[in-house]
């Protein structure tokens, strides 16, 4: 285990200059392991993303809504949003940080992006007893204790995300729209755009909050890393469908001067087994009862007792 991770290590050092894609003929999320070893499923157990399968799940009282400190505010200088080729990324300064609901430290905000589909289909990374919804919204907070990103991602807790389902209706969510009316500033890959800050809450669902799951994974792009507190809420964040296709028809991953544009469509990572992984639901996230008993085997039993705080460095060393 030593030796291998020792190998990894230098594997990945050469591997982080390299670029990767999503639906290219020669080129998907299942390739990446070949330049991003920690990205190959049979090397390690804790990938992202996963189904979340509600029939598998224990239910943690404990686990109450998290404290979002700084999100009902509005923030002071500017954000920049930006196309990275992969997705769009609003990075959003200092200011905000999130705790509580069992998370192992508090982290600071540093960036939210997307992951969409295409025309004709759906793009969440996660999904819900098998169903995809239209897109993903990942806010990513790194351990305070931590002076970088690097830093950050060698620790099994290193990051906490939280993911947001987006579903489509007929009205246009406003708070969204200080996002949706900039796309087209960051239609190609390397492009950049200021953003007026606004109170991130505006951004998230409206109600039922304490209702998520919990489950400890990895980045779902390169280098995957095995470093994230995973928080996927229940409910939805609903906006429009002319919305969503500001996402799927207006953002290349290709700079303006290629010679031919393509566009950024079904950035998702496919999903992983949970592979004996625990994945807990909130106290009051909802869960389907009454069909056989979850397939508990003795290391995944064991799990499933222990405090969800103490969870990443166990499975970390299975
Ligand atoms: C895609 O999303 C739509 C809208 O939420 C939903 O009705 C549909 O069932 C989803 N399709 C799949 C394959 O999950
Ligand atoms: C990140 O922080 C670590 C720990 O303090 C330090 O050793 C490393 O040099 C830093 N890396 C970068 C790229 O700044
Ligand atoms: C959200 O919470 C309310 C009560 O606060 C409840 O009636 C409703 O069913 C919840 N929604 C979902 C999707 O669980
Ligand atoms: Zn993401």
């Given amino acids: 285990m030593i030796w291998a991770a020792a ?65 009902d505010q509005t923030q002071t200088g500017h954000w920049t949003l930006e196309n990275d080729g992969h997705s769009v990324v609003l990075q959003v300064g200092s200011g905000m940080a999130v705790s ?4 192992p430290d508090t982290y600071h905000t540093v960036q939210l992006h997307f992951h969409w589909g295409g025309p004709a289909t759906n793009g969440s990374e996660h999904t819900v007893d098998g169903r995809r919804y239209p897109m993903e919204m990942h806010i990513v907070n790194m351990k305070s204790i931590h002076p970088n990103m690097s830093a950050a991602l ?7 995300v939280l993911g947001f389902l987006v579903d489509v209706v007929y009205a246009d969510n406003v708070h969204f729209g200080h996002i949706s009316q900039k796309l087209s500033s960051v239609a190609h890959k390397g492009q950049r755009t200021k953003v007026k800050p606004f109170p991130l809450l505006g951004l998230l669902p409206t109600r039922n909050m304490s209702q998520y799951y919990r489950y400890h994974g990895s980045l779902t ?12 809420y229940q409910v939805p964040v609903y906006i429009s469908w002319s919305q969503l296709a500001q996402f799927t028809s207006q953002i290349f991953s290709t ?64």
């Fill in 154 to 160: 060698d620790d099994p807790t290193g990051l906490a």
């Fill in 100 to 103: 509580g609901g069992g998370l």
């Fill in 7 to 71: 190998i990894l290590l230098v594997f990945v050092s050469r591997g982080d200059s390299e670029d990767y894609c999503y639906d290219e003929p020669q080129c998907d999320p299942y390739s990446w392991g070949d330049s991003f070893p920690l990205c190959h499923p049979l090397l390690e157990l804790r990938h992202s993303p996963i189904d979340l399968d509600r029939r598998h799940m224990s239910r943690d009282p404990s686990l109450g809504p998290l404290h979002l400190e700084g999100f």
């Fill in 221 to 232: 792009t390169p280098p995957c890393s095995q470093a994230v507190v995973w928080t996927v």
């Fill in 255 to 318: 700079e303006e001067d290629a010679e031919q544009v393509t566009p950024l469509h079904n950035n998702f990572r496919h999903v992983h087994p949970a592979s004996g992984r625990a994945v807990t639901a909130s106290g009051d996230a909802g869960v389907l009862l009454g069909t056989a008993a979850p397939p508990l085997g003795g290391a995944t039993a064991l799990l499933r007792l222990l405090p969800t705080a103490t969870l990443g460095a166990i499975t970390f060393r299975l």
